[in-house]
């Protein structure tokens, strides 16, 4: 590949970023925009495909997001500890306004190429994928949803909040990260459909950067560890926190978005994968 130098760049920048969210302090705060922005110039210069700006542009989208979000220098300070107490009340926009700000730009920049991608590249085997995919996506919310409704149903004493509250608030919560993993999926089967398999392997990992968010999502509405945490597959305590080591899902979180947009984008700035002609009302 004529421009590997700058993917390999940009994977080394995505390790170092990792790596700060793994110890909680960041090893070089801007790391992950480096990244992106190698992976814009990457896109620029390849010149593939066409239209030439999709690529550039959602990769404009990230890079913004990534800007936004950079963290601040250390400033030396301990781990601090949240504790909640019965009565606690339930703030019900928090999950959905920390859902949006994790996964807008992503969804935003899948959302772009699909509507770019999205003519001639629907083909059965790869739909039908998706399709499978975004069920177990959409089952595990609901599991989820359902799960914290009937522990909060058992545990009123935890809280001033309605019941009511609590649901809408959980249920809010799983609409961004949810609206992520089904565009990313859908634009992997219509990547796949175009012969870009390697694209559409980033779009599927895109997907499952959302589930991750899902639970980060729910955990932002301070709700009691019994409440749902039976269900609870890929929350902060999944991988054991230690002091040296006090982020590992949040960095596993961090790395797998990171492959993903370096393999979608190495997929899509690469020559495709010949698709095999498919008879004129067979799809």
């Given at each position: 590949m004529p421009f590997a130098p700058l993917l390999m760049t940009a994977a080394a920048c995505a390790a170092v970023h990792a790596a700060g969210v793994l110890v909680a302090r960041p090893v070089w705060r801007y790391a992950e925009v480096l990244s992106i922005g190698?992976?814009?110039?990457?896109?620029?210069?390849?010149?593939?495909?066409?239209?030439?700006?999709?690529?550039?542009?959602?990769?404009?989208?990230?890079?913004?997001?990534?800007?936004?979000?950079?963290?601040?220098?250390?400033?030396g300070?301990?781990?601090?500890?949240?504790?909640?107490?019965?009565?606690?009340?339930?703030?019900?926009?928090?999950?959905?306004e920390f859902g949006v700000s994790v996964s807008w730009a992503s969804s935003a920049a899948a959302a772009l190429l699909l509507v770019v991608w999205r003519a001639g590249g629907w083909?059965?085997?790869?739909?039908?994928?998706?399709?499978?995919?975004?069920?177990?996506?959409?089952?595990?919310?609901?599991?989820?949803?359902?799960?914290?409704?009937?522990?909060?149903?058992?545990?009123?004493?935890?809280?001033?909040?309605?019941?009511g509250d609590v649901s809408t608030g959980v249920t809010l919560s799983v609409l961004p990260p949810l609206a992520l993993a089904l565009t990313?999926?859908?634009?992997?089967?219509?990547l796949a459909g175009h012969g870009r398999r390697l694209a559409a392997i980033g779009a599927a990992l895109l997907a499952v950067v959302a589930l991750p968010h899902l639970d980060a999502s729910i955990g932002a509405l301070s709700l009691p560890l019994s409440a749902g945490d039976r269900t609870a597959l890929f929350t902060w305590h999944v991988i054991t926190p230690t002091l040296s080591m006090p982020q590992p899902v949040a960095a596993l979180t961090a790395a797998v978005e990171l492959v993903a947009l370096l393999v979608l984008v190495a997929g899509l700035t690469g020559?495709?994968?010949a698709v095999r002609a498919v008879p004129a009302g067979r799809s």
């Open positions: 190698l992976l814009l110039v990457h896109a620029v210069r390849s010149g593939r495909p066409v239209p030439r700006w999709a690529v550039p542009a959602a990769l404009a989208v990230l890079l913004v997001d990534a800007v936004r979000t950079m963290p601040a220098e250390p400033d300070e301990g781990h601090e500890w949240k504790v909640l107490r019965p009565g606690s009340g339930i703030d019900v926009p928090s999950g959905f083909r059965r085997r790869p739909v039908a994928a998706a399709s499978a995919a975004a069920a177990l996506v959409v089952g595990y919310a609901v599991v989820r949803v359902v799960d914290i409704w009937l522990a909060v149903r058992s545990e009123r004493w935890w809280y001033v909040s309605d019941v990313a999926l859908a634009l992997a089967a219509v020559s495709p994968r």
